[in-house]
């Protein structure tokens, strides 16, 4: 019995001990349930009604309170929260009770009771201004959203003099991160990134997480220095003997003057800048002009179009042939969708799939390219012309839409076509975020007869784990090796071992982005297998890749 005294004596001072601790509470007081008398009552800020008496009847204090400091919206509320019933009733069953209540300043408070004395019906009550949890993320510490908007606006709007910045900041592949290392580790480099903004040239004025691994910073433009930006937004992490280069994008809103825009507006400035990084190694930030609005409302317009940009025929499908290393002769082709819009001209998957794999709308895209190249088949077919396999691309993000993955597997099943016709590419990168429905639909793909081709290899992270862990029959050599071919002797290198490397796990190689003679040439003699690239042929319309075909088949 004495013992269990002890012990909640001890809680309870730990108790008294943490809310004293706390910098954000408002008022204290201790309550004896039986007398219905507060006293001690502490109560900091300037609106402080308590005259120094030390006891008060606890609903006179509570009536002042409805009539001084709550906002008439919970006037209600906290009368009924405040009752001594609840609280009776509340503090027996639970042993501590709390509720939040507007103060008629629009600021959140907290009123927390806690047991003082059990036995003597001695409660403490403490009022905390919710403000500073309501405005910290509690895995950086650092501001939130709604702390950033609200400080953000107090400095601008206290410093009209003074020209400011706002950055978007946004950690590439994040996600690829959190699942190599795990989340505790994911958290970590949250925390890190926050402190190393902090502690920056930068000088920010405030650091905010906005949410999962989006940053915003307010400074000075005095100290902005886009060469050493692009330092901090490199960085490398080590763990045990893995070493992986994290990097960060950013966007910038230069806030002009007698800038009318609210805070919130200026950060979608910001963040809008970001999708205009056109390499994010060589420049990884981008500052925000007028023309990159109306470019993202013309995107953003013709997005909300896509389903009648379809059954209007809008959606055109190109054709990159593919040829064989030997006989440089089209062997295949890869199907590459074109919007041809009637307001906006033809327009390149650049402009509209990154958007549509964003809005969700991707799937409804392939889903239609999918139709359209069994039409191609069918039609070819019909009028007795021999054809070539096609290739088609399948989003990241059709992986995870488990409507989109039975409607392929659907077609593949009813189509009278021979579906090895069809190929699947899929970009490297999508395997980091797959699901086991995403693999399970490959799997059940693979087995159908098809052919999977891994897009871009090398462009990414993950590309030997994920070769060891799928099945591909073909392997595409990200462009970006092609073009470095006669002036980079580890990059010649590097292309001869993926040859050798795939050609060992039974895969074909097509050298993506083949442009002159020279690349051909090399790649033929170290065995890449077939080629695709503006040296042989740019993605044509379909009559123009019939075209092609009758010359070659
Ligand atoms: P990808 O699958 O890697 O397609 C190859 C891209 O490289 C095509 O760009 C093609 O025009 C371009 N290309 C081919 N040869 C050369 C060359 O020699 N030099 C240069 N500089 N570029 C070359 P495109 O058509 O703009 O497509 C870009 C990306 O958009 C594609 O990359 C693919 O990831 C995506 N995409 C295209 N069509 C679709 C689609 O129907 N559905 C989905 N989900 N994604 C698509
Ligand atoms: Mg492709
Ligand atoms: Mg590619």
Redo the contacts with the bound molecule.
Sequence with gaps: MEKQLREERKSTEKRIWDILCKEHYKALGLLDLKSRYISFPVLYGKDSWWNGDTQYPYEKVIDDMIERWVDPSCQKAFRRCTSLETVRENMTVAGKYCFQVYNKSDETECGTYYWYDKEKEIVLIALNDMREEQEHDPVTGALNREGYMHHAAKILASNPDEKFAILYFNISRFKTINDLFGYETGDLLLRKGINSLRSSFLRPLLVARMEADRFAILVEQKNLDYTRLTELLHTVYEKADMKVDIYGICGIYLIPEHCTLSVSEMYDRAKLAKNWIKNQYVQPYAVFQEQMKADYEQTSIAISQLEDAIKNGEIQI?Y?PIYDAHTEKIVSA????RWNSAEHGIM???KF?PALEESGH?TL??TC?HHKIYDFLRDRKAKGMPTVKIA????RM?LMDDNIMQLILKDIRDTEEDVKQVSY?I?ESAYATISPAGMDFLKTLHNSGTSILM??FGSGVSSFSTIREYEFDVL?LD?GFTRRIGTNIKNDNIIISVIDLAHRLDMKVIA????TREQADFLKENGCDFF????FS??VPQDQFEALLERDL
């Design positions: 190109y990159q890869e199907a590459l969708a390149l998957p650049g799939v991707i895209l392939d390219v088609m691309n399948l989003s059709d590419e970009t897009d871009d595409k462009m993506e982005g083949v442009e695709q690239g503006y040296y740019r993605p």
